[in-house]
């Protein structure tokens, strides 16, 4: 029998310390990644059937009134809830993608970040309508914090968390008409939102990154991938196009080349001091130039096939950080409220402006609230749009 003394007692030991170390640093790191929480809360969620989905959907954005499979919904949930926004307050969030698989990229959580989003949401309006106004606020931050956790590299997670946001955003448009005026409250709110926001990555960031996952599908031993996607939706595909995708890999290496200097003058473009009605003529041109180019140019096949819809997910982004210029305009109406009794009859000077016409939003006061008004309109919807709040009595 071995004595706490001997050598080898000493030796057993030291290791299995340095086991339980190890593995005490594994699971460190492993809480610090949200991904692994979120997994967590779409294991936990008891998804609705697709009817109430959508009923959820509705009740969140102030749609439709609540009613008792609502409520059970969100009961049943709590769990899910709680895991959400542990998640949501963290960081770090990998969800483990592999990009080398370039064009077949999977992302199967995709739907289920969705259902967690209206849930959320539900939730949200459910705490207002209950007087719980702080509660209800934090989880639209939980929103759009999940937003950014959502965004990777890839334009479709870019394009989620651009709809997460505007989620939260309308969440919160509907909890500002309900509470009574709140300082202390509102203005924490604002200050929160406007960094949520800076945090968010930016259109031309993720371009950069979106522009180095497609390349990786623009390679010769991927052009059968290539041909089938292109095929796919569109029978017209013409011979000598299949033709130039079965060439040699200097084809490729052209092709690939070319489409980086594509999204390098996309991002010129988007970074540029123009305005934003300018920047979509701009991207007309640009998008007419590198697809029409491709029925010359050989190097350009892979640009046209690539390129993404630039103009319309700008539209995306303006009207997204339009919405929060208007929660932020509307926070400072209703602090003065608060502070005055009445709302003002102007905006103030600095308030945040319109991002489609860069001018201040046209202020009007209604019978139960105010309305901010776009000046300038959505090019591709040619729509000038409104926010409208309500004021709580």
Known sequence: MRTLDDPKSHMVTCIVLVLVASSVATWAQQQENAALLYYQAFLLHEKPDDGLVHTIGDYG????????????????NRSAIASAVKAADMDTCDWGYDYSQGFDLQMPHLPQVRRIAFL??????????????????DRCITLRKMAGHVTDRTLITYLVGLALNGLANGAAQNILGLMPGDVKELSEFKNRLSQTQERFPTLEYTYTQEAQVCAESMRKEKAETLITLMRQGNDSVSDSTIRRLRGDEAFFERNRNHYANAIGTIIDTLESSLSYQEICIKLDELDRHFCGEASDNPDATLTAMALPATKRILQLRVRQQTHVNALCTAIDLYMAKATTGRLPDTLSANAPNDLFSGKPFRY??????????????????????????????
């Not at 954005?61 to 049943?76: F, Q, R, S, T």
């Not at 019978?367 to 000038?384: E, P, S």
Request: include cysteine; hydrophobic fraction near 35%.
């Open 61 to 76: 954005k102030g749609k439709i009134e609540g009613n008792e499979k609502i409520a059970e919904h969100i009961e049943k």
């Open 120 to 137: 959320l949401s539900a939730e949200a309006r459910s705490l207002a309508e209950r007087g719980d106004y702080a509660t209800a606020l």
């Open 364 to 393: 009007e006061k209604t019978a139960d609230g105010f309305v901010l008004h776009c000046q300038g309109k959505d090019l591709d919807k040619d729509k000038a749009y409104e926010f409208e709040f309500k004021v709580a009595k």
